[in-house]
């Protein structure tokens, strides 16, 4: 019995997914490969008769995913949450941690509607906590066609900069930042976090260009030092 309903679940999301959520052509293989693996899954391993034990998802990438999931729908001008339906399978399959199979249902919906911001600029975060936080070409590539596809939006400007600060191009960050912080209306709800992200990020800069001088100043004594000793040793 319970593999009967398990196999309908199955097909229920899967139907859900095609005809309801209406995935595009390119996002279609990665919700039915996914729906595919967890019932390979449960027939390989699936013991019904034990109590529930569901795994700890502790993975960094499926936290950073999640995160950033959040926070552009709190940043961009796009209605919360996203109407799109590409957007919001995408979203659900990033929540999970399963970056790669968002990235593909979200590039379905590029193609879709390449004039969607939404869209690239999930893809562009999607791509970015799959190559755990690295700003890959194809991720700035997202993020341009996100930043072009609506200019006025202010997530592609300010989750490009977060990508860069997590790159370790701060400059860059930083000043895409004080742009986007500048250009910003006084009542922009988004002002605040981004006015505290570029706090933390100078309050950051500067520590670590204390600890870099802290690091070199015994460097330059130490030849001071030196000539201590052999002037004391000359004089003995």
Known sequence: MTWVLVIALALVAL???????????????????????????????????????????????SQEAAFLVAARQKITNSTIPPTNRYVVIGDAFARNGQTGDAARVLLGAVEDEPKNSDAWLALANTLVAHSEGSLTPAATFAFQKAAKADPKSPGPPFFLGLAMAQSGDYAQARAIWVALLQSAPADAPWRPALAAELERLDAFLKALQKRQKDLATPEQSAPQGAAADASSTTND
């Open 15 to 61: 139907g859900l997914a095609l005809f309801v959520f209406k995935v595009p052509a390119g996002g279609r293989e990665a919700v039915a490969a996914a729906l595919l693996l967890g019932l390979a899954g449960y027939v390989l391993q699936g013991r019904p008769s034990l109590p529930a034990s569901p795994s700890k998802v502790s993975d960094t990438t």
